[in-house]
Every structure is written in C-alpha cells, then in structure tokens.
C-alpha cells in the first residue's frame, strides 16, 4: 500500500501516526511524509506598514527582498526539521515500511493534493483540527480541503482510545447505504490486516424525513410514501447482512445496526456508543453527483465523529 500522510509537527499530527498502529496497514507499506513551509503568510504580513515580524530581520514596517528571504529560508529549513522528526518517529513505529519525507513551500492542502496526483496514493492520511469540544464540530482547513478535493481515499486521524480503554480490541463501523462508494468501502476494509478479534458494526440508517414531510404536505401521499420507504428499508437490509457474511467471511467479527433517522447523525451516535476506532464511509451516497464532490453524510461525519474516519472513493486516480 501507497501511503501519503501529511505532518506538521502538531499533537495533532502526532497523533494522527500513533493512529495509524489501529489501521490495519500491515508492513507492506511505502510511506511518504509530507511537511508544508507555506512561508506565502509571513510574506503577506510582512506588507503591512506597521507590522512586526522578527525585529532580528527587519524591525517594524515593510520588508525589502532580501528580508523575505530570510524568512522564507528559515520556514524551509523548519519544515526539513519537521519532516524528519515526523519520519523518525515512523521509523520507530513501523520498522519493516519504507519511508520518505519531503517538504514543500506550497499551502499544506495544495502541497498535499499536488504531491497526491504525481503519486497516486492509496491513501492520504490528514490530522482533524483535534479531539476537544469545539474541535469535534470542525475540520482544520487542511484536512478539510483534502478530503472534499482528493482523488482517493482519506483517512481523518484522531487520536485513539486511551490503552485502558482498547482492551477489547478494534472496532471498526461501516456505513451502508447500497451506494458503490459504500460497498466499496466495505471491500476496502476487507482487505487490510486487522488483528484477531477485531469487530466490525455494519449500519444501515433509514430516514423517515421524508414521510414526516409528505404526511404533513398532503395527507394522501403519506401511504405511497411509507410504501417506497419500507422497500427502501427491505433492501438496505438485505445489503447490511450481505456485507456483515462477507466480512465474516474474511475472518473479522461482523454484526449488522439497522437505525431509523439521519445516516450522519446515526453513524457518529453509534460509534461514539459502541467506541469505535474508525468509522468506514464511502464518499458520496445514492445522491451523489460527481465523484469530486463528497457527500454530506461523510463530510458530516468526518467533522463530527470523536474516532477516526475514512472516507473511501471508488475510482482512485
């Protein structure tokens, strides 16, 4: 496997590799660690009349060519140190990968996707903005920026269960909604090396929205409505306890969750119940327009789970 995982020195990118034990990657892995120097921000600052950036360099007021080249250097050779503390520390958590890293002086989200289209990851791997309260509610631009625009699958890492927490092994939870892309990210999750004992909850989520509204619209459209929902329900369940066979096949220990209610609040309420490590949702769902454009569902729940989240992509290229 191909990975690009992108670091910034943060706790929330640390955290983000220490998660990558909980993966299922195996050793067979090419690992590139990439590390933005983005010194475009302290060039713009450094315009302002008035602003002091480093009175080491150039005091108060504008800075002149040379100036910014000071500052541009020294953001380079930060990030050097960056990425290979982050390759370090690779290194001493997987042995038997093959790592690299490299910086760049491009946005860390523009960085990320260029490197991305010359590489062709199977996977990115991005930090969220964080595990605390306000943090649960929102990306960090970078991660977020990824994840709607890559053209594989990402994997939003947070920081996992305390060791006292995780005695009972990984657990794993996958979204289904008859969708290629969910399908596809239950074949994802099939293939990877996952411990013995590692559980997989395989949730289907039926909305009843839509009988709400055409009850309260017109009264006589509610019966076709509930008709059309409930072998909508009948088939979702079939595709549920399809998968929960075929990943009990592959030797993981599967059990299916029908829930009625909104797909993205189901899957975060149900991983955060059931404590799982990562959540398994495909990129866009049965309304999906394009495959660049992901679904609400996944974004939803990439910003708002307190675990892990990957969002896979069925055509990576």
């Not at 042995?95 to 002086?105: C, F």
């Not at 605390?132 to 970078?142: H, I, N, V």
């Not at 495909?282 to 996944?298: F, K």
């Amino acid at each position: 496997m191909k990975l690009l995982i992108g670091y910034d020195g943060s706790s929330c990118s640390d955290a983000a590799i220490d998660d990558l034990q909980r993966a299922g990657l195996g050793d067979d892995v090419e690992a590139l660690l990439l590390t933005a120097a983005d010194s475009w921000p302290l060039a713009s600052a450094a315009m302002l009349p008035g602003t002091a950036i480093d009175p080491a360099i150039g005091g108060l007021g504008m800075l002149d060519g040379a100036q910014l080249d000071v500052l541009a250097n020294r953001a380079v050779e930060d990030a050097k140190a960056i990425a290979s503390r982050g390759a370090d520390k690779l290194r001493s958590l997987f042995p038997a990968w093959k790592i690299s890293s490299e910086t760049s002086t491009d946005s860390a989200a523009n960085a990320l996707l260029s490197r991305a289209d010359s590489l062709k990851p199977d996977l990115i791997v991005v930090g969220s903005h964080g595990h605390s309260a306000a943090g649960r509610f929102f990306l960090g631009s970078t991660s977020q920026s990824v994840l709607h625009h890559a053209r594989c699958t990402v994997r939003v890492a947070r920081k996992g269960r305390e060791e006292s927490e995780a005695n009972s092994g990984l657990r794993l939870m996958i979204g289904i909604d008859g969708s290629q892309d969910s399908l596809a990210a239950a074949r994802w999750l099939s293939r990877r090396r996952w411990p013995r004992g590692t559980e997989v909850r395989v949730v289907g989520a039926t909305d009843l929205t839509a009988v709400a509204l055409a009850a309260g619209a017109d009264p006589s459209m509610s019966t076709a409505v509930v008709n059309a929902l409930h072998g909508a329900r009948l088939r979702l369940q079939r595709e549920v306890h399809h998968e929960v066979k075929s990943l009990g096949e592959s030797g993981l220990v599967a059990t299916p969750a029908l829930r009625d209610g909104s797909a993205k609040r189901i899957l975060v309420d149900e991983a955060e119940t059931w404590a799982a490590d990562c959540i398994f949702v495909g990129a866009r769902g049965m309304g999906g327009l394009t495959r660049l454009l992901i679904g609400s569902v996944s974004s939803s729940v990439a910003a708002r789970a307190h675990c892990s989240v990957e969002v896979v992509r069925t055509i990576q290229t």
